[in-house]
Nanobody, 124 residues
Framework: QVQLAESGGGSVQPGASLTLSCVASGPSFKTYAMGWFRQAPGKGREFVAVISWLGGGTYYAKSTQGQFTISRDKAKNTLYLQMSNLKPEETAVYYC?????????????????WGQGTQVTVSS
């Protein structure tokens, strides 16, 4: 069982940058790919990005490609999401999650062991 704890959310103005973190713990999590999803008010959970924990290969949603950067620090067991040029429509709760089996892509069913989420609010 993988335990995940996100942090780094907050309230920012449009155009700002923010970096989210997710600390992972528990047995065998290093064999997983790790990803980020987000859920805006009244909407379903949306894929943001995923990274292979061992190899570092990445895959992004079309909506975040070039704007967000996913990375990980294996020594610190920490996953990151660097977000730039944030827009009001990106206001959401951002969740860290572990991919169960390859290929790790945008399908929600590929993921389990969700964190509690961290709120990101983009507003002027």
């Amino acid at each position: 069982q993988v335990q995940l704890a996100e942090s780094g959310g907050g309230s920012v103005q449009p155009g700002a940058s923010l970096t989210l973190s997710c600390v992972a713990s528990g047995p065998s999590f290093k064999t997983y790919a790790m990803g980020w999803f987000r859920q805006a008010p009244g909407k379903g959970r949306e894929f943001v990005a995923v990274i292979s924990w061992l190899g570092g290969g990445t895959y992004y949603a079309k909506s975040t490609q070039g704007q967000f950067t996913i990375s990980r620090d294996k020594a610190k067991n920490t996953l990151y999401l660097q977000m730039s040029n944030l827009k009001p429509e990106e206001t959401a709760v951002y969740y860290c999650t572990a991919c169960l089996n390859s290929p790790c892509d945008e399908r929600l069913t590929k993921y389990a062991n969700w964190g509690q989420g961290t709120q990101v609010t983009v507003s002027s």
